[in-house]
């Protein structure tokens, strides 16, 4: 399919190519062979971000060069520079700045018309039509075949196994009785899955390319942050309705994307990170909300953040950043610069006590190593080396280790366990020797964790979390992401939020 940007420009005579160059209709060509099967036809988004001006103001060219030659840490956008000459890479970079011929939008009555019910909640029975443990089922994102399973976490047996929108990113979200579970995919589709009866609710395309999600901790709304357009929309989370959209524009005017958006239950508020303006956000969804942000200024840009127990401070993280920054959410200041090295990964780090004291490690998307600061004083207590750079981190109130994969590099088959209070690593695991082990959840008490081995002909490998024997292994198509519901509502301590 020949996308129209570039054609447009042809036919002005606008570009001329200079010898030796390619023309922008060859980096079209280009662009649909390489890049269109993950960022989406017209530049719009898909598996990837949408790659339009709008979305690439805070990237110049000589680092949009840079990242398709040698691709970009904690992504899987891939290097190009074995597939691609010099020449191709400047004109794919030309292209990606073109303005589209036609600028996307995306307003409320689109929103409205892309609604679906698809089952009246009201019909269905209010109890488990399944016996299995309602708190202890896993929702596992099988990415390979865009495919969602429901496990019993018990028995680990599968209950459903039903098709999913393109690319589910940043994590389900669940009401806070568990009953209902939110997906919210890259090209923008938010869904609701009754998981007591198995079948799925609603639907709406709620934005063209969308980070995640978050649900109010009283189940009465979803919040979506979106890339593009630069916004957040506000749903009601009994159908999905559309309640408004809240442009994210910074004080200063800038529109901006939004990094993340995740609840904060003692705080009864949603807590936004937007990508290109310094500013946090906070809104507040007690009582009978406005949802009128508070605005925090940050002292960089946020491409994500984790709470500390209390729920009173961000810990958080941009790609630009020398480490973090702490952000008190009581006073709205930037508390601190947090000394960590390379590019931690601040949205998948985890706490727990160690001599009485809560610690919070970090793993690093650059360096091999997982950094556990104090959090009381902010500092830096150890760097725990690994064998390359990691991605996510889990552990469990009742498991004395915490697991760490090296998702990145050549030894991406091993995962880590890190003893939780000598801070050294008691065992390395390699579940599937040359195939990439990622992403651990515990199951509600804690006796046992699913492993995700991310290959076409990969598993969820089940493991008794004291004795580390495999129980069972499922085959599976890519299982990149699998969410106990218990652990997830309770926001337990050692699992993402």
Not at 108 to 125: F, Y
Not at 177 to 182: A, E, I, K, L, T
Not at 255 to 283: C, G, H, M, N, Q
Not at 315 to 338: M, N, P
Request: aromatic share 8%; glycine share 8%.
């Amino acid at each position: 399919m020949r996308l129209t940007s570039f054609a447009v420009l042809l036919l002005c005579g606008a570009v001329q190519a200079a010898p030796g160059a390619v023309s922008l209709e060859q980096a079209g060509v280009l662009y649909e062979r390489h890049c269109q099967s993950c960022h989406g036809a017209n530049r719009l988004g898909g598996a990837g971000p949408a790659l339009l001006p709008e979305s690439l103001s805070r990237i110049k060219p000589d680092e949009a060069r840079a990242i398709i030659s040698n691709g970009r840490p904690a992504s899987q956008m891939a290097a190009f520079s074995d597939s691609l000459n010099a020449a191709e890479i400047d004109g794919l970079v030309s292209y990606l700045y073109q303005p589209a011929a036609t600028p996307p939008t995306w307003s409320d009555a689109d929103i409205r018309a892309s609604h679906r019910m698809l089952a009246d909640v009201g019909a269905l029975p209010s109890t488990p039509k399944h016996d299995a443990d309602p708190l202890n089922l896993f929702v596992v994102v099988e990415a390979g075949n865009h495919h969602v399973r429901v496990l019993d976490g018990d028995r680990f047996e599968e209950l459903a196994n039903f098709p999913s929108h393109f690319a589910l990113h940043g994590g389900p979200k669940f009401s806070p009785d568990g009953r209902f579970v939110y997906f919210a995919s890259r090209d923008g589709w938010v869904s609701v899955y009754d998981l007591h009866n198995l079948t799925m609710i609603a639907e709406v395309r709620a934005g063209l390319n969308t980070r995640n999600l978050a649900v109010s901790n009283d189940g009465r709304w979803v919040l979506v942050g979106n890339y593009l357009p630069g916004n957040l929309v506000l749903l009601d989370a009994r159908d999905l309705s559309l309640i408004k959209h809240i442009p994210t524009v910074g004080l200063d005017g800038t529109s901006s994307r939004v990094s993340a958006v995740y609840t904060a239950p003692p705080r009864d508020s949603f807590v936004v990170a937007l990508k290109d303006v310094t500013e946090a956000w906070e809104l507040s969804y007690a009582g009978e909300p406005t949802f009128e942000p508070r605005r925090i200024e940050a002292a960089d840009f946020l491409d994500d953040f984790s709470f500390t127990p209390d729920y009173r401070h961000l810990l958080a993280t941009s790609r630009k950043a020398h480490g973090g920054q702490v952000i008190d959410l009581d006073t709205g200041k930037a508390v601190t610069d947090i000394p960590l090295p390379g590019m931690p990964h601040l949205g998948s780090g985890i706490y727990w006590k160690r001599d009485g004291k809560w610690v919070f490690a970090t793993p690093n998307v650059s360096k091999g190593l997982i950094s556990v600061l104090d959090l009381q004083s902010w500092e830096l207590i150890k760097e725990i080396p690994t064998e390359g750079p990691g991605f996510f981190m889990r552990s469990h109130e009742n498991s004395k280790y915490a697991w760490t994969d090296v998702f990145f590099g050549p030894n991406n088959d091993a995962v880590h366990l890190i003893d939780k209070q000598t801070l050294e690593v008691a065992h390395t695991l390699r579940p599937m020797p040359g195939k990439n082990a990622a992403h651990v959840e515990f199951t509600r008490d804690g006796r046992h964790l699913l492993l995700s081995v991310w290959d076409t002909d990969g598993a969820l490998i089940v493991y008794d979390a004291n004795s580390l024997e495999e129980i069972k292994r499922i085959p599976m198509n890519k299982a990149s992401g699998k969410y106990n519901v218990g652990n997830k509502i309770e926001f337990a301590e050692g699992t993402s939020h």
